[in-house]
């Protein structure tokens, strides 16, 4: 069986990074940002990524795009959750990016019929776990079963799985009933080993500050280890640690979660400046390699929104034993059957 999976709400790919690093392929990943789609496709090294609003796209057109020779077994995405994020202090119950967990089940559901897929796995923030969100919550879950799935749920913490962060998010993950019958599944628990602050970026050398018109290939070391000028004078008066706005991070401990609004990227652990974006994504789990296309402000969007990878790594690995464990179990089935019919 090949394990080809579709994308949805692909981001700058780390779900996608992360299932890759477990043996999947991403054969279709979409996006309604053209920044995170030349990301995709600049790491992918061919046009996986397509933008696409995934708002107006009809189940029949997004069949129409997955490659013809392809036969996918799951599906994978993480809907915009800023209308569910307890940090987002505006968030309202009449959002219009809190339909799109239900765009995501009409799409799984049009390509279960197709395909028959394996799993789906569905991440967001925690807020949609919360008592605020309990009856959205459940008629998500409503629709994703009605798709043809059993639904576990499961919460993952970034720290758990050796990266430097703590940052909690809530995953769905479903199995298909008829080729699961009774199965369930346990969430991966972590990888053992702990990582702080200086394990990921103490050795970097200093980023290139942002000035109007600076290019990727003006940057050294690496095209994303650029930042905001410090024109503050919190970042030489030595109060660079007060307010929301100004946390600094500690060299020993873990990273605050890597979601950052407007001008409120951490604070280096030296104090005299902000984060690089490079630093952030070695924050995440993203490899060195890794790069992020678009302006300054657009890669700490996209390195915000991103699933760790070592934590979508971890979970792929664990659907992926399950798979193999069915298939194993089917195998013998069949030649059970072959050998009984044989006499």
Known sequence: MRNEIL??????????????????????????SSDAVRTFNLNAGSELAIEKNLADLSPQAFLNLIPARSQPIGLIG?????????????????????????????????ANRKYQLHFFVFENVLGLGGPRQSNRLSRIVSRLRDAGFNVFRGELNASDFSIPQRRRRLFLVGLNREIYKGASFEFPIGSGSRRCVADAIRNLPAPKFFVRGLTP??????????????????????????????????????????????????????????LSVLEAMLLQGFPRSYQLAGTLSSQITQVSNA??????????????????????????GSRVVAAGSSK
Request: glycine share 10%; charged share 20%; aromatic share 10%.
């Open 78 to 110: 993480g809907p915009p959750c800023q209308g569910f994020s307890r940090g987002n202090v505006c968030a309202s119950f009449s959002d219009s990016r809190n339909r799109l967990p239900y765009r995501f089940a009409d799409l799984l559901a049009a």
């Open 217 to 274: 290939d003006q940057i050294p070391f690496h095209p994303n280890h650029w930042t905001m000028m410090p024109k503050s004078a919190k970042f030489t008066s030595g109060s660079s640690s007060d307010g929301r706005s100004f946390r600094k991070l500690n060299w020993d401990g873990l990273s605050p979660t890597v979601a950052y609004g407007n001008r409120e990227v951490h604070v280096h652990p030296d104090g005299g400046r902000r």
């Open 7 to 32: 994308s949805l709400f692909c981001g700058a790919g780390g779900l996608d990074r992360g299932f890759f690093q477990a043996g999947f392929q991403t054969v279709l990943a979409l996006d309604s």
């Open 307 to 332: 699933v760790p990878p070592p934590v979508a790594e971890h979970l792929a690995r664990t659907i992926g034993a399950l798979i193999a464990q069915n298939l194993l179990f089917q195998d013998r």
